[in-house]
């Protein structure tokens, strides 16, 4: 793309006006004018023509793999320009998930064989950021006419959660289930992997007594197990539409997406396997099992990937292709929402074939602007009524909570602010009670 530049526009006004004055005095010199205009065209022409090197250019942005929300990161763009350096300007186009701090653009500090631009964005929303296109511009020789054209790119920065407040919670949270030498406290009688004989004790369970040891030592002999390692956790997380609405601010699928980081570290830390399984109106994310804290970082990743989503749910396709792909019995974390009986309808028969084999958890956040319509005093008229509509809304809720609890799996209502502890809580319970 070729385009005059303000000098151009500066020389055309200051030959036009004065040759415009002459024709109006002397209107057999109009000719002058038109020698002008012409001389004025041709310089742009000339000048279009050496400024070209659209073949000869070449340009690369580098910024890093991944960022947290609310973090700044620089990106460096850089041109190459081969034979005569040229000054050049730029400007990268890039998606919501980021905003420049001091602008999108500027001038390129000149190399031997280009130049470089610094740039600086801080990461808003998390997902995988990308910047898309890049505009390069410059002058010709003669300064009247910028050429510029518009390059492709593909660069793209996955915006995290931050963690680092999950971690310090995480890390309380495993202080106090864990003795003071840093092992996990192993309960007698609880788990089913055998770990050493002890004497018996009052208050021991009588199955905990290991006969024929006890004959053999001439003393009652107790057996002591330790909770089960290496359960397989699957968290899956709802993207559709009723989790793409903001609680306090934030989409409630980044809050829940928060709290499965939080019990994945949690888990990668007692030596479980972990999964990640995000799903809408079709499965999206889905990671394979890993373990070991080292897997976090893999974990984190793939969490990013999970995008916002304006569709409906499909919970029988979503929880079918899940349940197909387990292989052995495992703990189901279901981050989801809904709003009645009717729309839960189809999860509820899908959640029951899934029960038979796993342990299934579903993690839902109170509805707090609901809850706060119940019970607002009834000044007017239209406050009642909002009242008692919301009270029906969440006895529906209450009617699906119910129904999924008859079927056998747990589910945990929690605020938005407890979410995470509460679903740590209640993985240590479920493990410390072998029901993994």
Same mark, same amino acid.
């Given at each position: 793309?070729?385009?005059?530049?303000?000098?151009?526009?500066?020389?055309?006004?200051?030959?036009?006006?004065?040759?415009?004055?002459?024709?109006?005095?002397?209107?057999?010199?109009?000719?002058?004018?038109? #020698?002008?205009?012409?001389?004025? =065209? $041709?310089?742009?022409?000339?000048?279009?023509? +050496? /400024?070209? !090197? @659209?073949?000869?250019?070449?340009?690369?942005?580098?910024?890093?793999?991944?960022?947290?929300?609310?973090?700044?990161?620089?990106?460096?763009?850089?041109?190459?320009?081969?034979?005569?350096?040229?000054?050049?300007?730029?400007?990268?186009?890039?998606?919501?998930?980021?905003?420049?701090?001091?602008?999108?653009?500027?001038?390129?500090?000149?190399?031997?064989?280009?130049?470089?631009?610094?740039?600086?964005?801080?990461?808003?929303?998390?997902?995988?950021?990308?910047?898309?296109?890049?505009?390069?511009?410059?002058?010709?020789?003669?300064?009247?006419?910028?050429?510029?054209?518009?390059?492709?790119?593909?660069?793209?920065?996955?915006?995290?959660?931050?963690?680092?407040?999950?971690?310090?919670?995480?890390?309380? #949270?495993?202080?106090?289930?864990? =003795? $003071?030498?840093?092992?996990?406290?192993?309960? +007698? /009688?609880? !788990? @089913?992997?055998?770990?050493?004989?002890?004497?018996?004790?009052?208050?021991?369970?009588?199955?905990?007594?290991?006969?024929?040891?006890?004959?053999?030592?001439?003393?009652?002999?107790?057996?002591?197990?330790?909770?089960?390692?290496?359960?397989?956790?699957?968290?899956?997380?709802?993207?559709?539409?009723?989790?793409?609405?903001?609680?306090?601010?934030?989409?409630?699928?980044?809050?829940?997406?928060?709290?499965?980081?939080?019990?994945?570290?949690?888990?990668?830390?007692?030596?479980?396997?972990?999964?990640?399984?995000?799903?809408?109106?079709?499965?999206?994310?889905?990671?394979?099992?890993?373990?070991?804290?080292?897997?976090?970082?893999?974990?984190?990743?793939?969490?990013?990937?999970?995008?916002?989503?304006?569709?409906?749910?499909?919970?029988? =396709? $979503?929880?079918?292709?899940?349940?197909?792909?387990?292989?052995?019995?495992?703990?189901?974390?279901?981050?989801?929402?809904?709003?009645?009986?009717?729309?839960?309808?189809?999860?509820?028969?899908?959640?029951?074939?899934?029960?038979?084999?796993?342990?299934?958890?579903?993690?839902?956040?109170?509805?707090?602007?609901?809850?706060?319509?119940?019970?607002?005093?009834?000044?007017?008229?239209?406050?009642?009524?909002?009242?008692?509509?919301?009270?029906?809304?969440?006895?529906?809720?209450?009617?699906?909570?119910?129904?999924?609890?008859?079927?056998?799996?747990?589910?945990?209502?929690?605020?938005?602010?407890?979410?995470?502890?509460?679903?740590?809580?209640?993985?240590?319970?479920?493990?410390?009670?072998?029901?993994?």
């Amino acid at each position: 793309m070729i385009y005059p530049s303000g000098r151009a526009i500066w020389a055309a006004a200051a030959g036009a006006i004065p040759a415009f004055l002459v024709a109006l005095a002397l209107p057999s010199l109009w000719y002058l004018g038109l #020698l002008w205009i012409c001389l004025l =065209l $041709a310089f742009l022409a000339v000048d279009a023509a +050496a /400024g070209r !090197g @659209r073949a000869s250019l070449s340009a690369s942005l580098d910024a890093p793999p991944q960022i947290g929300v609310g973090g700044r990161f620089n990106l460096q763009i850089a041109a190459r320009f081969a034979g005569r350096p040229r000054a050049l300007q730029a400007r990268v186009g890039h998606d919501a998930r980021l905003v420049p701090v001091a602008g999108s653009g500027g001038a390129l500090a000149p190399t031997k064989d280009g130049g470089t631009l610094d740039l600086q964005f801080e990461a808003l929303r998390r997902g995988i950021a990308s910047f898309d296109r890049l505009w390069l511009r410059w002058r010709g020789p003669f300064g009247l006419v910028w050429n510029q054209v518009v390059l492709p790119m593909d660069k793209k920065v996955a915006v995290l959660p931050d963690v680092s407040s999950a971690r310090d919670e995480a890390i309380t #949270l495993l202080q106090r289930s864990a =003795l $003071a030498d840093g092992h996990a406290q192993r309960r +007698a /009688g609880q !788990g @089913r992997e055998f770990e050493a004989l002890k004497d018996y004790q009052p208050g021991m369970g009588r199955r905990m007594i290991d006969w024929k040891r006890s004959a053999r030592h001439g003393k009652l002999l107790a057996r002591e197990f330790r909770i089960e390692e290496n359960n397989n956790i699957v968290l899956a997380i709802d993207s559709g539409r009723l989790m793409c609405e903001p609680v306090d601010g934030v989409p409630k699928v980044d809050r829940a997406v928060t709290a499965a980081l939080l019990s994945a570290f949690i888990a990668l830390k007692g030596g479980d396997m972990v999964s990640l399984f995000s799903f809408d109106a079709r499965p999206r994310v889905t990671s394979g099992s890993v373990r070991g804290s080292a897997s976090f970082a893999m974990i984190q990743k793939r969490a990013a990937e999970i995008d916002y989503s304006s569709e409906e749910t499909n919970f029988t =396709l $979503a929880l079918t292709t899940l349940s197909a792909k387990l292989d052995r019995r495992s703990l189901v974390i279901v981050f989801t929402d809904f709003v009645d009986p009717i729309s839960a309808e189809l999860m509820l028969r899908t959640v029951g074939r899934l029960t038979e084999r796993h342990l299934v958890l579903f993690m839902m956040m109170k509805d707090v602007e609901l809850e706060t319509l119940a019970d607002m005093p009834p000044i007017a008229p239209e406050d009642v009524a909002r009242a008692v509509t919301a009270g029906s809304l969440l006895r529906e809720r209450q009617v699906v909570i119910g129904r999924l609890r008859l079927l056998g799996a747990h589910v945990i209502e929690a605020s938005h602010q407890r979410l995470g502890p509460a679903l740590v809580e209640r993985y240590l319970q479920l493990k410390q009670e072998d029901l993994l």
